[in-house]
């Protein structure tokens, strides 16, 4: 095999390589839906429908609204952020208790934001959460 296609062939594997890294960097990007955002908490109160959606002893992932809200006990919620705190992607699941950001494999405990798995080594920001007339109300007061 001569040097010149030898050349090539590592140049087209840059290539590829650069294409991939790409694809991952559109899925965190801030022009994606579910994309991270500049400000990873509400600035103003979000409806999150019916409060007992979230199951007492377990948690519930609104992607949409990037939150994630535990229960703890009957009457007890918790909402965090649920926008990973190390890339900004928002998470893809939440199984029991525990978070899981899809992009770089970061978990968390979503009763207490606390990192479980890097490489997010931040825990997820709390958000006011209440119940007002049997729905959830996540964010600051208006």
Do not use: I, N, W
């Amino acid at each position: 095999m001569s040097g010149q296609s030898a050349a090539r062939r590592t140049v087209l594997k840059g290539a590829a390589l650069a294409g991939a890294a790409g694809a991952g960097a559109a899925a965190c990007s801030t022009e994606s839906k579910l994309g991270h955002a500049r400000q990873p908490t509400p600035t103003a109160p979000v409806d999150l429908g019916a409060a007992d959606a979230v199951p007492v002893g377990g948690a519930k992932l609104y992607r949409e609204q990037r939150l994630v809200v535990s229960r703890p006990a009957e009457g007890q919620y918790r909402a965090f952020s649920a926008q990973c705190t190390h890339a900004g992607c928002v998470l893809a699941k939440v199984d029991g208790t525990e978070g899981d950001c899809a992009c770089h494999g970061s978990r968390f405990d979503v009763t207490t934001g606390l990192v479980l798995q890097g490489p997010a080594s931040v825990p997820l920001p709390k958000v006011p959460v209440k119940v007002v007339a049997g729905k959830l109300v996540a964010g600051p007061d208006k």
